[in-house]
């Protein structure tokens, strides 16, 4: 252990906090999510289901508009940086990727290139061939199992959406799983699709308390595009993220932080002059506790300017790749989210 958190130390910012005339250090590790809209590449590889990212698809999908794509992305998250976290997030989960061949070009992208981040990818059986997947900096997360978990809805035994990705990992020396999501959309309306995300909610419910039955001493970490925002029946009831921190007292409850962002007005996407927060990240009780292990510092919407639409109808909104069906080389249609968890060291 004092091997590991002397490597972390050399390679990251430790700060110091006197507390009863004993000075205590501590390490900050961020943890990202990111939907990157429709990160295609210009190979039809799933019939009609892709044809529109390709060079004679109605979007025109050529080398140059996947290269410019690439690079944005890269660009994007090489901005996810702070003081406590120069080399940015450690671990940064991704959605709306149609296969690895993206992802591999993002991490080799000269943007991240020296952050020599690492790709944990699953084929899902999603209709558009979009998949979920997750990024890391082997600096600070080492990999120890991967499961991918099927979302099963009653009755429509042909449904198919993305495959929930569950990571069990090592996190400044820490055992914490990831699981990284992208719900159903809300296609028809909210309320009529609904239940395809109250389903998507008891999958990850069910593999939250799988875990904790197996080891009720570790973090989780559930992230995604939930299409849904926190106070939503598929979030707050049958996950049952918490809004508030004091009612999160057993092993198996969560807390939603997002939830107080969305009343401040703040959000991640936004249509008709509303905002939602669809991109969440929510957390076991086991990151409100001590910081001797990883604890819960704060959290934050990435709306970094250069992401944001500068005029028309939709200023402030996230710069999108395509609008209207006009060719923005713009970046995602959602913006990312980010905790901070904080770890007393050595």
């Known amino acids: 252990m004092k091997k590991l958190l002397a490597i972390i130390a050399a390679v990251a910012v430790v700060f110091s906090i006197a507390a009863d005339d004993n000075e205590k250090h501590y390490q900050v590790f961020g943890v990202a999510f990111y939907n990157l809209e429709n990160f295609f ?82 084929d899902s059986p999603d209709l558009r061939g979009i998949d979920v997947a997750l990024l890391y900096n082997p600096r600070f997360f080492r990999v120890l199992n991967v499961v991918n978990s099927r979302v099963v809805v009653n009755g429509y035994p042909e449904f198919k959406t993305r495959d929930q990705m569950c990571v069990t990992g090592l996190l400044a020396g820490e055992k914490v799983s990831v699981i990284v999501n992208h719900w159903p959309s809300r296609t028809g309306g909210q309320e009529r699709s609904n239940y395809l995300r109250e389903a998507a909610a008891k999958r990850v419910r069910m593999t939250v308390d799988s875990l904790l039955r197996d080891d009720p001493n570790q973090g989780i970490i559930i992230m995604g595009d939930l299409n849904d925002d926190p106070f939503n029946s598929s979030v707050a009831e049958v996950l049952g993220a918490k809004k508030e921190k004091d009612d999160v007292t057993a092993i198996g409850d969560l807390y939603n932080p997002w939830w107080e962002t969305l009343d401040k007005g703040i959000g991640t996407l936004a249509y008709r002059g509303s905002w939602n927060l669809f991109d969440q990240i929510i957390v076991s009780k086991y990151f409100l506790g001590d910081r001797s292990k990883l604890t819960l510092l704060n959290h934050k919407v990435l709306n970094f300017d250069f992401l944001r639409t500068k005029e028309g109808d939709r200023k402030g909104y996230p710069l999108r790749t395509h609008a209207s069906g006009v060719y923005l080389n713009g970046y995602s249609d959602h913006f990312p989210t980010e905790i901070f968890l904080v770890k007393e060291v050595e």
Do not use: C, F
């Open 41 to 122: 590449d210009t190979i039809n590889n799933n019939g009609k289901y892709d044809y529109e990212y390709t060079e004679n698809g109605s979007k025109k999908w050529d080398g140059e508009k996947y290269r410019n794509k690439v690079h944005n992305m890269a660009y994007a998250i090489s901005q996810m940086t702070t003081k406590s976290t120069p080399l940015g997030p450690a671990i940064i989960g991704v959605s709306e990727i149609e296969n690895i061949t993206p992802l591999q070009d993002l991490v080799k992208d000269p943007a991240l290139k020296d952050k020599r981040l690492q790709i944990v990818h699953h």
